[in-house]
């Protein structure tokens, strides 16, 4: 009898914790918060004036380097300190798959270098040390000592 009342008792203890729910948060797909406002379900952006992709999912900027597409969590050298608040992006809403750089040369010419098309908000927002809304940091959000113009 006491063995049936112990079994009832774990019987009734574990109904009552299989319905606990767990919850995880994983920010695969997050945009950054440089990126445009307003979007969702998008894989990439292009960025004209750097002519280089970022994989929103994989948080990664793909770039051409010596004949190759290089997939980097950073910028190549020559743009580590490119404003990537102010820098336009463009939204690439149909494209879903794993190279979007087979439409680069559409891509380059249609979006070229300067090109800006709507006004743009981003996701975040830098202030920096005087108060302002100044979006003065690279894109690991560290202050750009450039003071937010472009180095190319």
Do not use: E
Not at 42 to 64: A, G, T
């Amino acid at each position: 009898m006491k063995t049936l009342k112990l079994i009832i008792a774990a019987l009734i203890l574990f109904s009552t914790t299989s319905h606990a729910q767990v919850s995880v948060n994983v920010n695969i797909g997050t945009p950054p918060a440089w990126g445009p406002a307003g979007y969702t379900n998008i894989d990439y952006y292009y960025l004209p004036d750097i002519q280089s992709y970022y994989d929103i999912r994989l948080s990664q900027f793909i770039y051409f380097n010596n004949g190759r597409w290089i997939h980097s969590r950073y910028l190549p050298g020559p743009y580590r300190h490119y404003d990537l608040y102010h820098g336009y992006k463009v939204v690439l809403n149909g494209y879903h798959g794993k190279a979007p750089y087979k439409y680069f040369k559409y891509h380059k010419t249609k979006y070229y270098k300067g090109y800006k098309g709507k006004p743009q908000k981003t996701i975040g927002h830098y202030h920096n040390s005087h108060g302002s809304n100044k979006h003065n940091n690279d894109h690991w959000g560290n202050k750009n000592v450039n003071n937010g113009h472009k180095k190319h």
